[in-house]
Structure formats: C-alpha cells, structure tokens
C-alpha cells in the first residue's frame, strides 16, 4: 500500500474484502446483510488507484470473520473480489471469492412477467451460467440476467 | 424415459427424446381420429387453463378421451378459488391429489416450472405467458415430419418473433437438428438477441431479415406467427407492425414446389384464406395433430414409455415434505 491509501489503519482481526470493483463497496455491504444498525466496526474505502482493476473498493469488517458461503454471494457483483481473514494483524486465510452453480433467494429477476415475482411461496432461483462476467438465468422463466444486476439484489 | 415426467420446456428435451415422441404419435395417429382405445382407462387429467385457449385446451380433452382416460376442467378463473386469492402452488396441491396429471397454461413466465415443484403428479405446460409452449412445438415437428422433412431443412419463421413463444422454443427444437433457420419480422419484433446468440452457439446456420421476399423461394417451410395485440403493451406499437406480412398465392408463384406453410393459429389475416386451397397450406393438418402428438406425451408420461413398458426417468420430486427442502446446492440469502 502506498502512504496516501493508508488512511485506514489495518484491522487486528476481522476480514477484508480487497478488489471490489470501484463504486460496488456499498452494494457489497448491502448483499451481505450489513446495514446501518449492524452492530459491526467497518471500514469502507472507495474508489483507490488499482493495478489490476484501475479503481477499487475495499471493505473492513472488524471483528467478524466472514464465512465462505456467506461472501461468496459479493461475486455477483464483484467477481475478481478477495477475502483475507486477519488475525492479530496478520493475514491468516486469503481467498477470491466464487459463485455457485445456483443462487436462492438473493436477486430476483429482471422480468416483470416472471412468475417469481408474484406472491407464490417460492424463493428467486437463478442458475450461474458465466462467472467473470456474471451471466445469471432465472430458473422459472429461463431469461438471462447480465445486466444491472446491483439493482435487483433482494 | 417418460413415465412420471413433467414436460415444461423443449430445454429438457434431447433429439433422441423428441424422436421417440414424434415415433408414438405416429403409431397412435390412427386412434387420433374415429377409433379409440382404453389404455388410460381410469385415469384423469386436470386442466387447467388460466388463460383463453381453444386449440390446446380441446385437443388435450380430445387426446386424453380418445385414450380412454377422463378429464377435468379447472372452468373460469373467475369462478374458481384463484379469484379468493389462492397462489398457484396451493391450486396445484389441490388439484394433484385429484387427478394423474396436470395441464396448465398460465399468463406468468415460468408458471408451469413452479406448478412442477408443488403437483405431486406430472404437469404438462400448455403455455405459460410469452414462455414456453412444448407441446405445440413438438407438434410442428410432428408436421415437418410428416408433410415435409427433418433432415438440412430451411425454414422461415415468420412474424411476432419477439414475443411468440411459439417460434422461440420450435427455433431451438430445430437446432437439434441442423435446420437453416431465416427470422423475418419487423425490426421491433426481432428474435431475443439472447436466443440468436444460443442458436448460434450451437452452430446454427441463422439469417435476419425484414423483407420475406429474401427467402421465401428457397425456404422448405414457412412457419407465419400472428402478431399477437395482448402481448403488446402499447396499442400504438401494434398498430405500427399489425400488418407487415401476409401471404397470398401471389406471393407463392416461385416457391418451391414442396413449400409447406404452416401457422400456429389462430390466424387474423396473415394468411389469406385463398392459400388454403393451395397444396402448400398444411395449418389445418398441423392443429390437428396436436392430438395425436398429446395422446404420445399423455401415454408415455401416464402409462410408460414408447412401447407402454418403460419405467425409468421419473421427475416426480416425492412427498411434499421432500418437496419442501432445498434441492438446489446452492445456497441461501
């Protein structure tokens, strides 16, 4: 890290999302739950130079290791997005985050004459059909979802 | 293959599977019309429709009757449980437990997928919003098959191909089996670029055009779809492309001669009625073997596979309680 990027001092414990794509961190926090009134020490740093992304976010949750199933959710909207669980400042577990083949219950779908857009007791399914970029296929109604997809996060 | 199957979309089908379909209808098409048999003695088939049908829902009736099974009839929407506010999964509970199988048509995308979780019994879609519609689609098949052939077919689908369910599942069918597929519509009612991009993966041989007279004279089928005014949301864009193609037997002087045109109908003036008396008009033929192609999904699906013995494949998801956990292995938000 460069001087000018170290206005957030490093956590002791917690986890770290790196390589968030620019302007996603919020929608990040949104997607795992973490709003206003979560009883969490976070750190949000948005929009820094990148190497590899040119822009950047980064997230700091203090305190709380995040479980893989529950971030693997971000790559929907940050799919090259990297997980470092920290512990006494040291980096004890890194990895990047990945999609499953199916996601419940998490965005709903693009298509306003979809059946899981009603009141039916179902949960929105979609199927994983690309990863980097994320092409996403609602199991009722088959459309593609490519686009936007920050918008139709539950 | 069959036995205990749902059948919601051409997705779940292989060429194989559409085969052995196309095979039993053929082989049940004498008892399609005047005779009768009594293999689904004792059996009863739920329909129900949410939606107007005349085509679909009748030839099913007629299917299931001519097999010697019975059916029964969800009646208006309006006079049923659905005006209380019933959700759709609860109606397919219901109704599961009183009939074998279930024919739905339903004006949601992904409707029959969703009665498919819930019917303890197997549903067949008959049409669910500008989704799918398989049985149709496999009855097209059964009529290029018969009327005309399967193998390096060239065929023009012609019309609403924007919201016509109709051509986006038969353009996938044909891809199973290497036909050169020509889009002819208006530029507002292309194809789903998501659905040319799928043909194409595939290898399709697919052209785009506006202008019929680029293609009809090489084409071996043309496939005419109504531009359909309850799928548009603005009257004024229906206006705008309501009658941007009609046949006529001015139009069919240099076809070929085996051209075959056929039409899901119910037409408006698409076709003019002086084509009907031409040897290319097969529309009539083709809605009616939209019975012998239900009796084929109707016996496989109730009474075995193609030769009435097959007992393998079954999709029926068992009790409501397995029903209720998540068979997906994904996870959950």
């Known amino acids: 890290m460069t001087e000018k990027e170290l206005k957030v001092k490093p956590i002791k ?69 990297t997980i470092n669980i920290v512990r006494d400042y040291e980096v004890v577990d890194k990895y990047e985050v990945d999609l499953p083949d199916m996601i419940i219950g998490v965005i709903r779908c693009q298509n306003p004459s979809c059946i899981s857009n009603t009141q039916e007791p179902i949960k929105s399914r979609v199927l994983v059909k690309g990863k980097n970029p ?18 139709y996060l539950i | 293959m069959f036995k205990r199957r749902h059948v919601l979309s051409m997705r779940d089908f292989s060429r194989e599977e559409i085969d052995s379909v196309l095979e039993t209808a053929a082989s049940l098409e004498p008892y399609a019309r005047e005779k009768s048999t009594d293999l689904l003695s004792g059996k009863i088939l739920a329909l129900l429709f949410f939606e107007p049908s005349t085509r679909t829902r009748m030839s099913f009736e007629t ?32 109704i599961g437990e009183y009939a074998d199988a279930l024919v739905i048509r339903h004006p949601k995308e992904g409707s029959a997928r969703l009665a498919a979780e819930f019917s303890p019994v197997p549903v067949l879609n008959g049409g669910d919003g500008a989704g ?4 149709q689609t496999l009855l097209d098949l ?50 789903p670029e998501q659905i040319r991009t799928d043909l194409l993966g595939k290898g399709t041989r697919v052209s785009e055009t506006s202008d019929l007279s680029e293609v009809i004279n ?16 603005d009257p004024l864009e229906y206006s705008k492309v309501a009658r941007s193609y009609r046949i006529t037997p001015e139009n069919l002087t240099d076809v070929k001669d085996g051209l075959i045109i ?16 031409t040897p290319h008009a097969v529309y009539f033929k083709q809605s009616f073997y939209g019975v012998p192609v239900r009796m084929a999904l109707l016996k496989m699906i109730l009474d075995g596979g193609q030769d009435g013995g097959l ?23």
Not at chain 2, 132 to 135: G, L, R
Request: proline share 4%; glycine share 10%; net charge neutral.
């Open chain 2, 311 to 333: 007992e393998c494949g079954g999709e029926i998801r068992g009790t409501s309680k397995d029903r209720s956990k998540d068979r997906s292995g994904g996870w959950s938000g």
């Open chain 1, 134 to 151: 994320v092409v996403l296929r609602c199991v009722y109604c088959e459309q593609p979802i490519t686009e936007n997809i920050a918008d």
């Open chain 2, 132 to 135: 799918h519609h398989p049985t």
């Open chain 1, 13 to 81: 414990n917690g986890t770290v999302i790196d390589h968030i794509a620019g302007g996603q961190a919020l929608n990040v926090l949104k997607i795992l739950g973490i709003g206003a009134d979560a009883d969490v020490s976070l750190s949000l740093l948005m929009n820094v130079d990148s190497k590899k992304l040119g822009k950047k976010d980064i997230v700091k949750v203090e305190d709380r290791e995040l479980k893989e199933g529950e971030v693997n959710k971000i790559a929907l909207i940050a799919p090259g997005a």
């Open chain 2, 262 to 277: 056929m039409h899901p109908l119910p037409r408006v003036d698409e076709i003019s009625p002086a084509v009907d008396q």
């Open chain 2, 218 to 233: 090489r084409v071996d089928v043309l496939y005419v779809t109504r531009i359909q005014r309850e799928r548009f949301p």
């Open chain 2, 63 to 94: 299917a299931m009757k001519r097999l010697g099974g019975k059916t029964i009839n969800l009646g208006s929407a309006e006079a049923s449980s659905i005006a209380k506010g019933e959700s759709l999964a609860d109606t397919v509970r219901v």
């Open chain 2, 142 to 191: 059964y009529t290029i098959k018969k009327e005309s052939h399967l193998e390096n077919l060239s065929v023009a689908l012609v019309g609403d191909l924007k919201y016509g369910r109709t051509v986006h599942s038969l353009a996938y069918a044909l891809a199973l089996y290497g036909a050169e597929i020509n889009l002819v519509s208006p530029p507002t009612l292309r194809m």
